[in-house]
């Protein structure tokens, strides 16, 4: 499609969930900015909370794929 995504929506935020949920990551430690960045980025805040940016020059479908290893790599 090539389109680039403009705001997250609830089925991207479930698809996230969908990773999340069987890592044990409470969805209330999520935080998701409805804005796409270009990179996207995840990160733990200092308040224990990770940061989930999507990617806006990705597929939202293939930035998916590496975010359970992001999460990871973040510390989860």
Not at 16 to 22: H, K, S
Not at 29 to 36: E, H, R
């Amino acid at each position: 499609d090539g389109e680039h995504m403009q705001q997250v929506g609830m089925a991207e935020i479930q698809k996230i969930f969908e990773i999340t949920d069987p890592m044990g990551i409470h969805r209330e430690s999520l935080t998701i900015p409805l804005g796409p960045k270009s990179p996207g980025s995840v990160k733990k805040k200092p308040n224990g909370k990770f940061e989930i940016v999507v990617d806006s020059s990705m597929d939202f479908d293939d930035w998916l794929k590496g975010l359970a290893e992001a999460l990871r790599a973040a510390g989860a």
